[in-house]
């Protein structure tokens, strides 16, 4: 299969580095990226054919073409304008698929007329092939085609087919999501160098304790559960899942969560045409 990915940065460059790692050859993809380093850099990291649109103005449309996916890996507010430099150079046939965080399946249409539209939620886990990758697709797309992106990105982690309507809970819970973990693992890290431990040591505990949590929510999804394993009665963790309770931890994270969705559902609005 042969794939294109416009706009390869963080996002575009971790779900190319888990498909390649998957399995796909290398030699069947051409990237693309703004400035001439970003590009070398890509290509001797990943091996993949880069073009930067610095060096070539022609980048973007020449890595499309012969494409039977093309990646769009540009900001939200670029797909307008990526959409019609490509006008003319992408194929009758190529699938679209749309990582844009804030451009919906109806602006996604509009702008590639007669393709089959896919619109994707990844997160930067891909990379590793950890990833959660949400994907929601137009009415037309046929299952032939939903089938094989599917297991491409099967490659890169968790494929969940979704309905457009929960794009904005995946996004809190996922793709805005992982950067929540990261978050409390700076706080973690912060608090426990505050009470004396030496940094390099702090960060790489909390670095393994999340590995181990993640490796045990994955054998079993039961968060509660796995916490109730940690916590005996008037103990150590009790004394600290108290404290969350009496700071309104849950009330925190149901905040921000629906804080990424509602963003997405804003940059929808801007981004629509009309
Ligand atoms: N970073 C993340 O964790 C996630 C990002 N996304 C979405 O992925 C998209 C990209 O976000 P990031 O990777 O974070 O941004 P980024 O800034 O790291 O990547 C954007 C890429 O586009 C390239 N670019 C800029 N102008 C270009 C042009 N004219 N032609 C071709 N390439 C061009 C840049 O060189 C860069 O490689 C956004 O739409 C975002 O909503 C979605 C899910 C998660
Ligand atoms: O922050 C953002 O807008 C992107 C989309 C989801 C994660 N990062």
């Not at 290398?26 to 649109?53: D, H, K, N, Y």
């Amino acid at each position: 299969m042969r794939i294109a990915f416009v706009g390869t940065g963080n996002m575009g460059s971790a779900l190319l580095a888990g498909i390649l790692a998957a399995g796909q050859d290398a030699e069947e993809v051409r990237a693309t990226t703004r400035s001439a380093e970003s590009a070398a850099q890509l290509g001797s990291r990943l091996g993949v054919p880069t073009i930067a649109v610095e060096d070539d103005t022609q980048a973007n449309r020449s890595a499309v073409a012969g494409a039977d996916l093309v990646f769009l890996g540009v900001k939200p507010w670029m797909l307008a304008e990526t959409a019609s430099e490509l006008d003319g150079a992408l194929p009758d046939t190529a699938t679209v698929v749309s990582m844009a965080a804030g451009v919906d399946l109806a602006t996604l249409t509009s702008h590639f007329p007669h393709r089959p539209v896919v619109r994707i939620m990844p997160n930067t886990p891909s990379s590793v092939g950890h990833g959660v990758i949400s994907l929601a697709a137009a009415d037309e797309v046929p299952a032939a085609t939903i089938d094989e992106l599917t297991s491409l990105l099967g490659g890169a982690g968790l494929v969940v087919r979704i309905g457009e309507e929960d794009m904005p809970a995946m996004i809190g819970a996922s793709a805005s999501g992982v950067a929540f973990f990261f978050q409390l693992a700076e706080h973690m890290v912060a608090a426990a160098v505050s009470q004396g431990l030496e940094e390099e040591t702090a960060r790489r505990a909390v670095a393994a304790t999340a590995e181990g949590a993640g490796r045990l929510l994955a054998d079993s999804p039961d968060p509660a559960a796995l916490r109730s394993a940690v916590t005996s009665a008037g103990g150590t963790t009790a004394a600290g899942i108290a404290s969350f309770a009496e700071d309104g931890l849950a009330e925190i994270v149901a905040r921000a969560v629906r804080a990424a969705g509602d963003r997405s559902l804003q940059m929808e609005a801007e981004n629509r045409e009309g």
